[in-house]
């Protein structure tokens, strides 16, 4: 911190935290506490892991009375005020091990600390009182128990049953709502029951959603704070868990984020492999691993687990998680095509609308045969992958089929198949029915990978499977290639071709097998260098065409509009910085060079939106802050990929304090 600290509410509500428990459950806010966003909430519960996200309690309103004033750490936004002006008092932040925030007045201060109980709905806050004096610290928590893409208001009725039980509370905001259990370590509650009433929450208004909401107060804790002393709110789903000492699962959290990455010296890439732990959860219907793709809102998904897990899981050595991954949607493979989208209760059926997803199993399983040398799970999952292989060259759903150069073709009217996926009823903002360069790149990598796992087992591969991966290597560059030097973005065989400059082409160079030679393959490099790669990722579509949207922002059409026609994405650039190093044989100056270009990503990692966390998207035109989901697993899993996978050691040049304050 320095001196003549002067802390700005536009500043401080811009900068997100976030702790998971490992079910889908999470805690986020600001920094300051104050929620900016529907989403955030001391206790977001996973009450179908890791769906069914409930905002149990949105937040506590924090007082300290001392020498006869009151001293507020809580802030809130109104239609036209911020009220209390909590912020004022705020000193600093840190995000590791726990996200703790820091608060002081002339002679007082308080630490506040948040954390998850792993594997359980469960949140713990902790107030310490840092400084030489006693004083009287009000606490009085906020419920709201809704879904968490909605927002609560007083004419919803609930009731908010409070029922004292054993040492803690149970509360149930309605009849048969799933109750919440509170207790506090010290203290005397008092019960004071009112509506804190039009909260707006500014980032949901940038979205064009509803951004006010009221939340429910049942009472208040009060307890005379002693220097050095703690007390402890514990807000949790389950009885059992108010009942234990939070002091001592305090101490199990910190072991375990110990444990996630001991032996990673590199200190960013070990708090990025940290961060990158949240994304990995356990899935209730199929008694398995998962990847979330993005908080706050998306839950796991296909293509982004299938594609996540090589830098979550694989490249870390965790290999029961990517075995778990892998084995999981191999076992709801339908004619050649793992789902895109789990169904999250009995009766469901699964979404296979997806192209990608399944073609980057066979990448993932190359790198996690790589890593593990496991025969066993090969042997266990191969005839799958000749199901798969069988299944495209047959043809197969969503009109996905083998062309007779051996291209992959897919696509139906109404339905996107490709990672470009943004539609709102019948309008599809980026249609590419055809071939997509990124598409085959990624059927060419199937194809060789099958056959590496064929050699690796000793399996004799079939005659018209090598025919075809030979047409593809016979027919791609004759395809795809632009005079101009780069690759077209889609192409319909004997019919039309789609000449936007986009970087799925950078697959083709990123992917274990290549289908370009040394001088085209600089080319694309080139040609991506100029006109798409930024600070922050990849633009999704050249700036000069007269389809790219400069801007991320309103509504959601407005926003779907622009999501895939010039957005930067972050978990692109690795897959440029990984053909960079192979085209230059990795070398030290290289090497060197990609860690310099990592440095705005690494600013951003610790100072900027979710500390800690990387987003989802950046604007097209002049990317500077992170937008869409505050915390993407892609775009951190591609991260610890490259990083790994490139031997790099990346390091903040300017290194920030692990406490966040002003300049």
Known sequence: MTENFEPKYEDLSTKEWIVTNGIGGYASSTIIGANTRRYHGLLVASLNPPTERIVVVSKIEETIYYEGQNHDLSTNAYANAIHPQGYHNFRGFERSPLPAAFFAGDNWSIQKTVWMVDGSNTTIIEYTNTSQVPYLLKLSPHYSNRDYHALLNEQANFEFRLNKHKKSHMISAYYGAPPVYFAHSSGKFSENRYWHKQL??????????????????????????????????????????????PAALKNEEIKRLAGIAPDIKNEFLRDLIISGDQFLVQRRSTESYSVIAGYHWFTDWGRDAMISIRGLSISTGKKEVARSVISTFLCYLKQGIIPNRFPDYKGDVAEYNT?????????????????????????????????????????????????????????????????MDARINDMVFTPRQGCPVEINALWYNALKIYEYCSERLGKEVENNIIDVRGKVEENFLRTFWNRDGYLYDVVTPERSVDTALRPNQVYVLSLPFSLLPEKESRFVLESIRKNLLTDYGLRTLYLHHPDFKPVYAGDLWTRDAAYHQGTVWPFLSPEYFLAYLRLNNFSDEAKRAVEDALQPLIRHFYEEQCLHGISEIFDGLDPREGKGCMHQAWSVANLIYLIMEGGLQPEKKQRASKVFAAE
């Open 355 to 419: 192209v990608d997803a399944t073609l980057w199993l066979f990448v993932a399983l190359y790198d996690y045969d790589r890593r593990f040398k496991d025969t066993e799970f090969l042997e266990e999952v191969y005839p799958k992958l000749c199901e798969i292989i069988v299944h495209h060259l047959k043809g197969t759903m969503h009109n996905i089929r083998v062309t007779d150069k051996g291209l992959l073709a897919q696509g139906v009217d109404g339905v996107q198949l490709t990672w």
């Open 200 to 245: 707006q929450y500014a980032i949901d208004k940038e979205r064009g959603q509803g951004y006010t909401e009221d939340t429910y107060c049942l009472g208040q804790v009060e307890h005379q704070l002693q220097p050095g002393q703690s007390i402890f709110l514990i807000f949790s789903m389950e009885e059992a868990m108010v009942e234990k000492d």
